[in-house]
């Protein structure tokens, strides 16, 4: 069983930036293909951003391309999600999820961590 910890959330004004952190202790995060998605209030969860095992191939909903880069540091066991420009409506709880392979369903989900951008 793998669980994965994201880290980094907090409150940032609308135009600043965040660095989320995800991060599974004891797994080497290589095999692991990761996605990062978020759930606002009172809303579905959706997918944000999402990096290859490798970490060559990365893909971003519409929302958030250009401002958010998805990253990671295999040495590390950490993978990143650098937020800019954020704005309200990017307010949600941030959610890490791991799955064995490049593409398919994700296997491990972490528990979040919440993102408030104040307009």
């Known amino acids: 069983q793998v669980q994965p910890v994201e880290s980094g959330g907090g409150v940032v004004q609308a135009g600043g930036s965040l660095r989320l952190s995800c991060a599974a202790a004891?797994?080497?995060?290589?095999?692991?293909?990761v996605g990062w998605f978020r759930q606002a209030p009172g809303k579905e969860r959706e997918f944000v951003a999402t990096i290859s095992r490798s970490g060559k191939n990365t893909d971003y909903a519409g929302s958030v391309k250009g401002r958010f880069t998805v990253s990671r540091d295999n040495a590390k066991n950490t993978v990143y999600l650098q937020m800019n420009s954020l704005k309200p409506e990017d307010t949600a709880v941030y959610y890490c999820?791991?799955?064995?392979?490049?593409?398919?369903?994700?296997?491990?989900w972490g528990q979040g961590t919440q993102v408030t951008v104040s307009s």
């Open positions: 004891g797994r080497t995060f290589l095999n692991y293909g």
């Open positions: 999820a791991l799955r064995v392979a490049n593409v398919g369903p994700y296997n491990y």
